[in-house]
């Protein structure tokens, strides 16, 4: 049974910094690629940022590259999303993803603001 259980999430200041964490199971973690996508209010959802299951391609979306760093531990089953540089307009529900099979997490909130 495939789960993804997503951690780390919380109230951040603008200019700060947060790790998000997802911690998967059920499946040979490092075959599948893996991604963080985001949900606004009133918004759709919207990919983050997307690693490959070795760890070697990487994609970010415009709106958060050189600021959100993706990467993966292979050994742990786990993939992170670094956070730097946040803005108030990055306030979501995060959520990890496994594209193949369409597999989410719970999702885990990220609130910035002073």
């Known amino acids: 049974q495939v789960q993804l259980v997503e951690s780390g999430g919380g109230l951040v200041q603008p200019g700060g910094s947060v790790r998000l964490s997802c911690a998967a199971s059920?499946?040979?973690?490092?075959?599948?690629?893996m991604t963080w996508y985001r949900q606004a209010p009133g918004k759709e959802r919207e990919l983050v940022a997307r690693?490959?299951?070795?760890?070697?391609?990487?994609t970010y979306s415009d709106s958060v590259k050189d600021r959100f760093t993706i990467s993966r531990d292979n050994t742990m089953n786990t993939v992170y999303l670094q956070m730097n540089s946040v803005k108030p307009e990055d306030t979501a529900v995060y959520y990890c993803?496994?594209?193949?099979?369409?597999?989410w997490g719970q999702g885990t909130q990220v609130t910035v603001s002073s």
């Open positions: 993803g496994r594209p193949v099979g369409s597999y």
């Open positions: 690693i490959s299951g070795a760890g070697f391609t990487i």
């Open positions: 059920g499946f040979t973690f490092p075959n599948y690629v």
